[in-house]
């Protein structure tokens, strides 16, 4: 039956009513209104336990923070029967962590993508990024039977396996924990577990352990997992208002993550460097002295000397603030087989809202129309004051908006954000892009020196 408009007004009104002062009031559909009840293993490291160590405990208490409810916990072990036990049951509202597609419960929008993880000591002589490193062969690996990294390791020739159970009460037995301590007991050459578990884990051992996120390799199980909070699939107000907090709260939830040395992955599968110390860092790139020259479109270093390195939360925070939105994404080249002569109309730019386009300003070399151009679009833009903060994005590992960025520090200005997951990650945290022309005086800037 649909309820009349009328009806729905009263009822509206008759909830708002009940709810204490200071409380948000929220429909039926699922909102908790009293108390957040969140289903956790009390025994579940990095994710969880009963002292609310884990990240998904402090994830949960953002969320009850924003809700001006308490925060309470339904313990149980998370394995079979952990759902049908406690969300089914209503004895709690919502699950902090779960893989996108799971189908016992509704998903809210994923809040961070990770990835298995290779786990050797440094000192083992193993240097593998991946498994098809020659380094591995003959190794004793360890690996949770039944997970994604299993099928793929004998692609690779990988058969000298050290299994470890799947299916275990978490009360009393943590197999891939034990895989990490394998390891650095070095009972065990290496080891691949899900990220958040090797991150952590490999932090907390007495010696230096490599961490070695992983990519998925084409036609074989993927190794990255988006990962959502769970829900009742009957509470869509419940889900909506989870999706806002998610975005809200995006760069809260990624500082979090950081802390516990979680791997996280981009929308395209790239391995995101963790500027927190954190399990990518073994891997980040190194800020050159100067600019990149070539190659732009590879992965780039963590930080920018000079400039705050900031996420989606951050840019949006700055962007009503009054910060000046700076796109740097090159013109895309005329595609090749066309007739000469021909007419081409390039694809119109999507770019964040407010953002300003300056094309091509982001190569390692310019000339100096190119270098006037830039310096008199910021001077325009900042109505020449140093101190407007400033924050510089083209596209996830784009070398071109760490360049750009670096350029503008070295024109004074004081405030550079550099945000290096630009418009992919815009559109990841849910938010929409707009079209955009480029500044005034690009046309007559010629054609970039370098076009890698």
Excluded at 25 to 32: C, D, L, S, T
Excluded at 257 to 286: C, K, Q
Excluded at 416 to 432: I, L, T
Aim: net charge neutral; glycine share 8%.
């Amino acid at each position: 039956m649909i309820r009349p408009p009328v009806l729905s007004l009263m009822l509206a009104a008759v909830l708002c009513a009940a709810v204490p002062a200071g409380r948000p009031a929220f429909a039926a559909e699922g909102m908790p209104m009293e108390m957040l009840r969140v289903c956790a293993d009390a025994n579940l490291l990095p994710f969880s336990n009963d002292r609310q160590e884990g990240f998904e405990n402090r994830i949960a208490k953002l969320i009850a923070d924003e809700l001006k409810i308490p925060l309470t916990f339904t313990w149980w072990p998370q394995t079979i029967g952990f759902v049908r036990n406690t969300l089914r049951t209503r004895q709690c509202d919502l699950v902090m962590g779960t893989a996108v597609g799971e189908e016992l419960m509704q998903n809210t929008n994923p809040y961070y993508r990770s990835t298995y993880a290779l786990i050797y000591r440094k000192d083992s002589g193993i240097t593998a990024q991946t498994l098809a490193d020659p380094s591995l062969q003959g190794a004793r690996i360890g690996v949770v039977a039944r997970t994604p990294p299993s099928a793929v390791m004998l692609r690779h020739g990988l058969t000298n396996l050290e299994p470890y159970q799947l299916d275990t009460d978490t009360r009393t037995h943590h197999p891939a924990q034990q895989a990490v301590e394998d390891v650095a007991a070095a009972r065990t050459d290496a080891a691949i577990v899900w990220g958040p578990i090797a991150g952590f884990f490999a932090a907390r051992q007495s010696v230096p352990l490599a961490v070695v996120p992983l990519r998925d390799e084409p036609g074989a199980s993927p190794f990255q997992y988006m990962i959502s909070m769970g829900i009742r699939p009957d509470e869509p107000d419940w889900r909506h208002w989870l999706n806002d907090f998610i975005v809200r709260r995006q760069g809260d939830i990624d500082r979090i993550l950081a802390e516990y040395h979680v791997p996280l992955a981009n929308a395209d599968g790239s391995i995101r460097a963790d500027a927190h110390g954190g399990a990518a860092a073994d891997t980040a790139v190194p800020e050159p002295d100067g600019y990149r020259m070539a190659d732009y479109r590879s992965p780039t270093p963590p930080t920018l000397r000079g400039a705050e390195t900031v996420g989606p939360e951050d840019v949006a925070r700055l962007a009503q603030a009054g910060a000046v939105l700076v796109d740097v994404l090159p013109t895309p080249p005329r595609p090749g087989g066309l007739a000469p002569g021909s007419r081409w109309v390039p694809p119109p730019h999507r770019s964040l809202p407010g953002a300003r386009w300056l094309p091509n300003v982001g190569y390692g070399a310019l000339s100096a129309d190119q270098e006037t151009y830039f310096r008199n679009s910021l001077e325009a833009l900042t109505a020449g004051d140093r101190k407007r903060p400033l924050v510089v994005f083209c596209q996830p590992d784009c070398w071109m908006s760490w360049n750009a960025a670096k350029r503008a520090v070295a024109l004074g200005y004081q405030s550079v954000k550099w945000y290096p997951a630009g418009a992919d990650g815009w559109v990841a945290a849910g938010r929409d892009l707009v079209t955009v022309e480029p500044e005034p005086g690009f046309e007559k800037r010629p054609e970039p020196k370098m076009a890698n």
